[in-house]
């Protein structure tokens, strides 16, 4: 099993769409997540952290299932901006382990 | 404040010459991470400093890679010999101290070219 797997998608939506993506981890020592957004030929720029249980950040929510080892994102009233790819990254002692991401497009 | 920076942005070399590419952390970050990210795919780990000592550098795919970093500051990726299998996007982080649950902020990346 990999250590970070993710759908790469790409999740094609309407505005105004909620959309949900999954990321299934192999670590079960981890304690905290992140989910990183990465646009088009640039640099990731964290989103959100997940602790415990879950994380609510205006549109955005991510929820933890430590039993299940999955952690989710969800999108609601998605914005043309939101089109990016969005990396689940997991600790791993001192480093970060990436999830190859997955790619969403939000269409007019 | 200024961000993390990377240069030179863009790099494109002929096999089997040497690559050196260079990163400077946001003032006051102990800790530098490099990552590699190949055309459609995830981020690669490939080493960090804490400080200017290197505890971790599982991720360096083979020995013709190299790092390092002077005065708690500059980083330097070499890469010796260059393949086209290096060609990628070579993105340095750093972040306030060590340990994982630091945010990482991340550099624009040096997209290395090799014909």
């Known amino acids: 099993r990999k250590e970070v797997e993710q759908d790469p998608g790409p999740f094609n939506v309407p505005e105004g769409a909620t959309v949900a993506f999954n990321c299934t981890y192999s670590?079960?020592?981890?304690?905290?997540f992140f989910w990183y957004r990465q646009d088009c030929r640039k640099e990731p720029k964290l989103l959100m952290s997940?602790?415990?249980s879950g994380n609510e950040d205006g549109r955005f929510t991510a929820q933890l299932n430590r039993a299940s080892q999955y952690i989710s994102l969800l999108i609601r009233d998605s914005k043309l901006s939101d089109s990016a790819t969005y990396l689940c990254?997991?600790?791993?002692?001192?480093?970060?382990?990436f999830g190859t991401g997955t790619r969403l497009q939000v269409f007019p | 404040g200024a961000g993390v920076s990377q240069s030179p942005s863009n790099k494109v070399t002929e096999k089997g010459k040497d690559v050196e590419l260079r990163c400077d952390p946001i003032?006051?970050?102990?800790?530098l991470y490099w990552y590699r990210q190949r055309l459609g795919q995830g981020l690669e780990f490939l080493i960090y400093?804490?400080?200017?000592?290197?505890?971790?550098k599982s991720g360096l795919p083979s020995d013709r890679f190299s790092a390092e970093r002077t005065g708690e500051s500059v980083s330097t990726l070499t890469i010796q010999r260059t393949q086209q299998e290096d060609s990628a996007v070579y993105l340095c982080?750093?972040?306030?101290?060590?340990?994982?649950?630091?945010?990482?902020?991340f550099g624009p990346g040096t997209r290395l070219t090799v014909l």
């Open positions: 990254v997991v600790p791993d002692a001192d480093k970060l382990i």
């Open positions: 003032s006051g970050h102990t800790a």
């Open positions: 670590n079960s020592a981890s304690q905290s």
């Open positions: 997940v602790y415990s």
């Open positions: 400093f804490q400080g200017n000592s290197a505890p971790d």
């Open positions: 982080a750093s972040s306030l101290d060590r340990g994982a649950y630091n945010e990482q902020f």
